[in-house]
């Protein structure tokens, strides 16, 4: 990934967030934010590190269940 790309990533992320905010605000929803916000807000901190250059920060996180040591068999 390259710099301009990952800034680009960065950017889109921003304006989801935002748009997702300034919805909460106007309709006066005082709601825990849905699941995807805390996805979108790690997608656009591992951008800004890596547009840093701090590639040893950048974390994902696996809540997407556990690592298995099965392997696909292609069928």
């Known amino acids: 990934m390259d710099q301009k790309f ?11 967030l935002n748009r997702h905010y300034s919805i909460q605000v ?4 005082a709601e825990e934010d849905p699941w995807w916000i805390k ?3 790690k997608i656009e901190q591992n951008c800004a590190l890596f547009s840093e250059g701090n590639y ?3 974390s994902w996180d696996r809540d997407f ?3 298995t040591k099965y392997k696909s068999t292609g069928a």
């Open 6 to 16: 990952a800034q680009e990533i960065q950017y889109a992320c921003q304006e989801i």
């Open 26 to 29: 106007s309709q006066r929803l």
């Open 39 to 41: 996805k979108i807000s």
């Open 56 to 58: 040893g920060q950048i």
């Open 65 to 67: 269940g556990a690592k």
